[in-house]
């Protein structure tokens, strides 16, 4: 597994990601259909905590580049935790992480990480944490389908990316893979109110 995972290093576009682990994008719209269909209703608590998450996250963003360490505090771990991934039958473990650096137009170098962490099998969290919100999700995907290509081939297999921002969701099934739609909390609607519904649904 580790031997799999050192890949990810070379890994730095979809298209590297598809020639690499032979997979391919599903264009059957029912392909990944977890995220739109038979999600879970939220209670008016649960609604009130992602609000809250929100607003904080938003008040502090105000002030400056969080660091990932303070995205996690602010959003991420209040997410997982409502989404009952710190109590039994989940386990939390570590994986790899992975830096990078990109250069933009104007020669400026920006640093960032993108961590892994599994909850179980078939499930991932896919963490990223860099100074241009722009490119971290188009650096996070091909991470994502990489450490999905290492887990329980047979099984449809899941990854949650986020930076804290912006948020989308992963499937793998037998070499295809598709996308859903991004959720950001720039948008007017709170739209973790969807990445905690789709959580819920893919925990099973």
Do not use: C
């Amino acid at each position: 597994m580790v031997q799999t995972l050192a890949v990810t290093d070379h890994i730095t576009s979809l298209a590297e990601a598809e020639e690499l682990l032979g997979i391919s994008p599903s264009h059957d719209p029912a392909f990944f259909s977890e995220w739109t269909i038979d999600l879970p209703s939220l209670t008016d608590a649960q609604q009130q905590r992602l609000d809250q998450i929100k607003q904080r996250y938003l008040y502090h963003r105000q002030y400056g580049h969080l660091l990932e360490n303070a995205v996690n505090f602010l959003v991420i771990s209040p997410i997982l935790e409502l989404a009952g991934f710190y109590d039994p039958p989940f386990h939390l473990r570590s994986e790899v992480s992975v830096k990078f650096e990109l250069e933009d137009e104007d020669e400026t170098v920006y640093k960032g990480r993108i961590d892994a962490l599994i909850v179980q099998a078939d499930l991932w969290i896919i963490l990223v944490e860099a100074k241009r919100t722009s490119f971290n999700m188009t650096l996070a995907l091909p991470q994502a389908l990489t450490y999905l290509a290492t887990a329980r081939p047979s099984m449809p297999r899941y990854a949650w990316v986020s930076n804290g921002e912006y948020s989308m969701f992963v499937k793998l099934d037998r070499g295809e893979y598709a996308l859903s739609d991004d959720f950001s909390l720039n948008r007017r609607r709170n739209e973790l109110y969807d990445v905690l519904r789709i959580l819920d649904r893919l925990k099973g």
